[in-house]
């Protein structure tokens, strides 16, 4: 076996693992007495020893791994220390490698060949194991420190090479400028926004691909909204030669020095052309479905104007009619003729005061009225209708509601008629139970909660979420068993929704449902009598 094979390596750390770095030392000699003798002074440095018994022998070493010294002894047979120390000198990897000549002779002796050998030092014999150590660390510490830094080097080139990549290869256009607002850097992508070769970008001015009023434009916006330290961001429209016109989001943000003054900025390009498309398709969509709903809701007005005109004078001229000497029939006839004109006017209010509140026009009051008499005239409006059906109507405010409160009497009375003539449509059976309550919180604003409970045929789960929509019903076929355009509670909605308030609904099918709605009103004085 070549005395090459021979290995001293450093003690092992804990747990008998190999420390992270070490420094390999070659010692060259054809006696294995001081090849010994050298290892045994090395020994106390924990450096990992390899030993070569020739000059062939210390090639073969070289050529299969690095060393952070080399000790070559001068006098060798066949091939001597200068010879070997030269050959090691041609090889690349090894030409700065340290060498240290051990030899018997006189310093002057071998002067003159040391050092255009390669050699970095000599050692005579015999040797001072202080010294010899001393000289050894020295050159093994800078081996280990280079290699530190190699590694190191190598880490940065391969985050470099990542970063690169990644810039290159990102989506958006990335972009530096130096302190006076010149490009230092832009990737691919920036050029395929711009339209700016790479090439033609660098040293030049921010704007370089903006015409005149947009760089004016964003200069303005820049100095109006930037503020020292923040991201910047404005839109323009690039165009490239031969391509369509591209807008894009420009973003960028400083850099600063240790003052906290720019030494330069960094930002992006992003080509928002689909999402600008996408907005102004929305926007056009938007005010179309406006322009729209207005027209309809235009139309509905003006088309229940136009019939409620002549449908008043048709109520008008059937009450006038009824005041004549008739007989049993045509007084049947007439009387049947003015319900149906109520029915007619009531749906064209319905429709009226809908058109008004899809296009804002419906304002609510703001004065002061009496509960008492709002619930009464309900009771007194509706009592007929339950009573003809056999159906008991009751009303009863609770003692936390004031009696006098300020908004829109005309308002809750619509509403408040609306859930109770629809519990009277859909009850056959049983009873109708209205009941008002209040809650004043410390500002002295008071909540006002309007229920309504009926025995009726109830509302199924899935189409509780239909029934404020306009002209939905719960049952299609129930607009030909109970008549009705869909429009009342939908009005009750966006009516309580003006008031403050909101409406709500509990429902079980057979069983019956409670309406409810609410609204906010500063109170002013007393509490209503239960009725």
């Excluded at 966006?494 to 429902?507: F, I, K, N, P, Q």
Aim: net charge negative.
């Amino acid at each position: 076996m070549s005395m090459a094979t021979a290995f001293s390596r450093p003690a092992s750390g804990p747990g008998g693992a190999m420390p992270t770095l070490t420094a390999p030392i070659l010692i060259v000699d054809d006696n294995p007495s001081k090849r010994l003798a050298l290892k045994s002074v090395l020994a106390p440095l924990g450096y990992a020893v390899v030993e070569a018994e020739s000059g062939a022998d210390a090639l073969r070493c070289v050529l299969a791994e690095d060393f952070a010294v080399i000790l070559l002894d001068v006098r060798m047979p066949i091939m001597d220390g200068f010879e070997t120390a030269a050959m090691i000198r041609l090889r690349a990897e090894s030409e700065l490698t340290p060498i240290i000549f051990v030899t018997a002779q006189a310093s002057d002796e071998v002067m003159v060949d040391r050092y255009s050998s390669g050699a970095v030092d000599f050692i005579t014999a015999p040797v001072d194991p202080d010294e010899l150590r001393a000289k050894v660390s020295v050159l093994a510490n800078l081996y280990l420190m280079a290699n530190a830094n190699a590694a190191k080097a190598r880490e940065l080139q391969v985050t470099a090479d990542q970063l690169r990549f990644l810039t290159e290869a990102a989506p958006i256009g990335i972009f530096q400028l130096d302190v006076d607002g010149r490009y230092t850097y832009t990737n691919a992508r920036w050029s395929e926004i711009t339209g700016v070769p790479a090439a033609e970008a660098v040293g030049a001015e921010w704007h370089v691909m903006l015409d005149d009023p947009q760089r004016a434009s964003i200069r303005a916006d820049y100095q109006a909204t930037y503020a020292a330290g923040d991201e910047f961001s404005s839109r323009a429209v690039m165009v490239s030669n031969g391509a369509s016109p591209r807008i894009a989001m420009l973003t960028m943000r400083p850099v600063l020095d240790d003052a906290d003054r720019p030494s330069g900025w960094v930002g992006t390009v992003a080509d928002v052309t689909a999402e600008a498309e996408a907005e102004a398709a929305l926007v056009e969509a938007r005010d179309h479905a406006t322009q729209t709903s207005q027209l309809k809701s235009d139309f509905l007005a003006n088309m229940s104007h136009e019939i409620r005109t002549p449908m008043s004078g048709v109520i008008g001229w059937t009450e006038l009619l009824l005041d004549t000497d008739l007989d049993p029939d045509q007084r049947v006839f007439a009387q049947t003729l003015s319900r149906a004109g109520e029915a007619l006017l009531n749906v064209i209010n319905a429709i009226l005061d809908f058109s008004k509140i899809e296009s804002g026009q419906l304002d609510v009051e703001d004065v002061e009225f009496e509960l008492q008499t709002v619930v009464d005239d309900m009771v007194e409006l509706l009592g007929p209708s339950a009573e003809a059906k056999g159906l008991a109507l009751s009303a009863v405010i609770e003692e936390s509601t004031p009696g006098l409160l300020r908004g829109d009497e005309n308002r809750v009375r619509q509403v408040l008629t609306n859930l109770t003539g629809n519990a009277i449509k859909f009850t056959h059976s049983g009873e109708i139970a209205i009941r008002v309550t209040g809650v004043t919180d410390p500002a002295g604003d008071t909540v006002v909660r309007f229920e309504v409970r009926d025995t009726g045929v109830g509302i199924p789960p899935d189409k509780l979420g239909l029934i404020f929509e306009p002209f939905t019903q719960a049952d299609t076929s129930t607009t030909r068993k109970y008549g009705g355009t869909g429009l009342g509670l939908a009005i009750s909605k966006r009516l309580a929704g003006l008031m403050g308030g909101e409406v709500d609904v509990t429902s079980e099918v057979g069983v019956g449902s409670t309406f409810s709605f609410t609204i906010g009103v500063p109170h002013r004085a007393g509490r209503a009598e239960a009725s």
